[in-house]
């Protein structure tokens, strides 16, 4: 079935969760902490999810610097964008969702004109620290005993963004509907 990855809105978020609790039970995100990030006091965040079939099967979630020159044809470039979240249905796993997901916040983050890209994935997610491997992300150091209760350490992911990703002239939005 084919997936389509759009800008989350407020009505996502039960479907959201019920994923968040399923693929996170240790640290769930709660119904508030979602609705905190996309209402208006969070600045420069930048949340999608991967429909298939009426149904949410992935989301993720960015946060990157707002622009300040705001008029101009391109934003600074130097921040530093972070990977909040980022999560795909077990039954929709390898075709291609993650990866789409994460490419479209990559451009997001280039966009916006992020010098660089970091993220935390638990040590014992080996398919996730492959996927942010397949697209440029290297670790650079390890938060010992992060994700609580259980311990697991986390490990640090850059990715430097290439001057030739980032947004070349006025703004070139990443199309919401993107096909999977
Ligand atoms: C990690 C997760 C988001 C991946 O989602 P997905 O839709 O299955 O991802 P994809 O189909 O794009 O990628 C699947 C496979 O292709 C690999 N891949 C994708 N793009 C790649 C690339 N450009 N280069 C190399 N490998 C790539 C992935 O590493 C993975 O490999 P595997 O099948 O051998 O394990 C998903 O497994 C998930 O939600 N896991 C539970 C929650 C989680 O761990 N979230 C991340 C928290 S940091």
Known sequence: MTARLRRMAAGDVPAVIDLERELFPDDAWTLE?????????????????????GQVVGYAGLMAPVPRQAGRSRPEAGGQADVLTMAVAPSSWGRGIGSALLEALLAQAAEQGCAEVFLEVRADNQRAQRLYRGHGFAEVGLRRGYYQPSGMDAIVMRRPMDPAELSPGPAAPLSPERRL
Do not use: H, K, T
Request: aromatic share 14%; no cysteine; net charge neutral.
């Open 33 to 53: 902490m979602f609705a905190s990030e996309l209402g208006g006091r969070s600045a420069g965040r930048y949340y999608l999810v991967a429909e298939a079939g």
